[in-house]
């Protein structure tokens, strides 16, 4: 479901949710906290019409500490991306940006692909798919 568009192509840490559709400012204002080596898991309702993420972003996390990001919905600015040090996941690519209008939640479970993400999770991604790992067993 979910193509690797990052620099790296494997990456892990703990999980921090993002719930959003169409307006990425929940990304964009925890792009610009330490990453800590955690991984953003962004549920953004699978709009094919809006990419939650770009090359700006997706710097700014890498240069935080963030390891990776998985976006259920698009990202843009492909190229750059793909030359940062970061690992991103997502449904696919698409042009447009998102709105801002300061709409969505943080750090709540999020589902999709028959997967349930609860920030404090470990995930695990790379080329052959994603592992998601309850706290309480590590």
């Known amino acids: 479901m979910l193509s690797n568009f990052g620099g790296r192509v494997q990456f892990s840490g703990q999980i921090v949710t993002v719930k959003c559709f169409e307006d990425n400012s929940c990304v964009k204002a925890l792009v610009a906290t330490e990453g800590q080596g955690r991984v953003m898991v962004v549920d953004a309702g699978g709009s094919m019409r809006r990419a939650c993420l770009g090359d700006m972003l997706a710097e700014q ?15 843009r ?6 030359t940062t040090d970061i690992g991103v996941q997502a449904l696919g690519v698409h042009p447009m940006k998102t709105e801002k209008k300061g709409v969505g939640e943080t750090q709540i479970a999020v589902c999709f ?7 404090g999770d470990y995930l695990y991604a790379d080329n052959n798919g994603v592992i ?6 590590l």
């Open 61 to 75: 996390a890498s240069a935080n500490g963030w390891s990776g990001l998985i976006i259920y919905g698009c990202i």
């Open 77 to 82: 600015d492909l190229d750059e991306i793909m």
């Open 113 to 119: 692909g028959g997967v349930t993400f609860r920030p």
């Open 132 to 137: 998601v790992a309850p706290e309480e067993l």
